[in-house]
């Protein structure tokens, strides 16, 4: 694992730059003020043409209840994948996610029931890489709804690689998949060059819960 810098020098320019290394940043808790830089042996990542759509959650992107929006609520969004009991984006990490945001270098998917925000996703781009770094729910299903439309959106644009850090239970359900570290950082350096887009020109959210797969699984999964 690479050495902790001296935390004074950590800037949003340096965040870029571990990101383009294949280092994340984490913290033990809200108030923890040190930022320790983590590449995991094996990673996360979610493939963007393996995304898995159940048949509950295509009638939800279908229902009319929902709304999507992007970057219209970023601090919002990271505000709420941070409360938790436990959580590794502590106060210092989140200014930095705030200030790449600022830049354009960081963005949010919100979903949104009528006024109430219900789930939402945020990540740092580079190149043709989101690096996915967390996601909240408010309603049944609201961060599925959330990564489905993402998914749809990454592929409009370009993206090569959505990388999801870890392999969690609720991930895996939606088609991601953990790679070795050597896998990761070799797609990671193919991918840090070609040039996608979190905005394409002309882009609609509409037909995300049948573009995003081909197929829907039988089961039914709730967040």
């Known amino acids: 694992m690479p050495k902790d810098p001296p935390q004074d020098e950590i800037t949003p320019e340096i965040l870029l730059r571990a990101y383009?290394?294949?280092?994340?940043?984490?913290?033990?808790?809200?108030d923890d003020p040190t930022i320790h830089w983590v590449d995991p042996r094996h990673r996360g990542v979610l493939p963007?043409?393996?995304?898995?759509v159940?048949?509950?959650?295509?009638?939800?992107?279908?229902?009319?209840?929902?709304?999507?929006?992007t970057d219209k609520a970023f601090a919002d969004v990271v505000e709420a994948c941070a409360a938790r009991e436990e959580t590794w984006i502590s106060h210092r990490i989140q200014r930095l996610y705030l200030a790449l945001h600022?830049?354009?270098?960081?963005?949010?998917?919100?979903?949104?029931?009528?006024?109430?925000?219900?789930?939402g996703v945020y990540g740092v781009v580079i190149g043709?890489?989101?690096?996915?770094?967390?996601?909240?729910?408010?309603?049944?299903?609201?961060?599925?709804?959330?990564?489905?439309?993402?998914?749809h959106r990454l592929q409009a644009g370009g993206f090569r690689l959505f990388d999801t850090?870890?392999?969690?239970?609720?991930?895996?359900?939606?088609?991601?998949?953990?790679?070795?570290?050597?896998?990761?950082?070799?797609?990671?350096?193919?991918?840090?060059?070609?040039?996608?887009?979190?905005?394409?020109?002309?882009?609609?959210?509409s037909?995300?819960?049948?573009?995003v797969s081909g197929r829907t699984q039988d089961n039914t999964q709730t967040s």
């Open 20 to 30: 383009a290394m294949g280092i994340f940043p984490m913290a033990e808790g809200r």
């Open 54 to 69: 159940s048949r509950s959650l295509a009638r939800q992107l279908r229902s009319g209840r929902f709304t999507v929006t």
């Open 128 to 151: 043709a890489v989101f690096f996915g770094e967390s996601m909240f729910s408010r309603v049944t299903g609201g961060s599925k709804m959330a990564l489905a439309c993402l998914v």
């Open 207 to 211: 037909g995300a819960a049948g573009a």
């Open 48 to 52: 963007l043409e393996g995304f898995h």
């Open 165 to 205: 850090q870890f392999l969690t239970p609720h991930l895996a359900s939606l088609g991601a998949k953990e790679i070795a570290r050597s896998t990761y950082h070799r797609l990671l350096a193919e991918a840090l060059e070609p040039a996608a887009t979190f905005d394409p020109p002309g882009y609609s959210p």
């Open 102 to 119: 600022a830049s354009g270098d960081a963005h949010s998917l919100e979903v949104w029931e009528g006024a109430q925000l219900v789930g």
